[in-house]
Antibody
């Protein structure tokens, strides 16, 4: 069974840094594109970043470009999100998500998420 | 950047048909996916490739996509279908994933 488990969330002050991790299991991690998607409590899904199989191709939402970095360690089956220069509006639950690889870029598995809170 | 627009809410009685719209410029030329998110839970893929149902999703769920609108249709709505529903496309021009704002389905 596929599992995605995020960790690393917490409380930071504006301008601070945080690194999120997502451990994947139950599937061949290195064969899948992975994403980070965030959601403010009571609000909608917002895509953050996307990374290809071997970590060589990435993309970012405009709101985080230049501040966040996505990476992966396929030997450990872990996806990362390094978050720098944090802002209050980065406060959200961050979920890692696996694309199904079928060409529609659909996300077929999601983690439960880790909460990031940025205070002023 | 590409945008997807959904109605904030849709309400139907049990046994009726719910239709949730997702508007986007020439969305018919893109591939649309749909997700259901129940309160306090992670999203679940309910439709991919415009109209394909993943394993485990009931036949009551269907999707269509043409011109400037994609639609998620849920027939014989049940109380357990109450959730937020999101449409989603991949924008190949900038390699971004785009989500609609979400529609809250209320079963009366």
């Amino acid at each position: 069974e596929v599992h995605l488990v995020e960790s690393g969330g917490g409380l930071r002050q504006s301008g601070g840094s945080l690194r999120l991790s997502c451990a994947g299991s139950g599937f061949n991690f290195r064969n899948y594109w992975m994403n980070w998607v965030r959601q403010v409590s009571g609000k909608g899904l917002v895509w953050v970043s996307r990374l290809n199989y071997d970590g060589s191709v990435s993309s970012y939402a405009d709101s985080v470009k230049g501040r966040f970095t996505i990476s992966r360690d396929n030997a450990k089956n872990i996806l990362y999100l390094q978050m720098n220069s944090l802002r209050v509006d980065d406060t959200a639950v961050y979920r890692c998500a696996r694309e199904d690889g079928a060409g529609a870029m659909a996300i077929d598995y999601w983690g439960r998420g880790t909460l990031v809170t940025v205070s002023s | 950047s590409y945008e997807l627009t959904q109605p904030p809410s849709v309400s139907v009685a049990p046994g009726e048909t719910a239709r949730i719209a997702c508007e986007g410029k020439n969305i018919g030329g893109r591939i649309v996916n749909w997700y259901r998110q129940k309160a306090g839970q992670a999203p679940v893929l309910v439709i991919s490739y415009d109209s394909d149902r993943p394993s485990g999703i009931p036949e009551r769920f269907s999707g269509s996509n043409s011109n400037n609108m994609a639609t998620l249709t849920i027939t014989w709505v049940e109380a357990g279908d109450e959730a937020d529903y999101y449409c989603h496309v991949w924008d190949g021009t900038n390699d971004h994933q785009i989500f609609g704002g979400g529609t809250k389905l209320t079963v009366l």
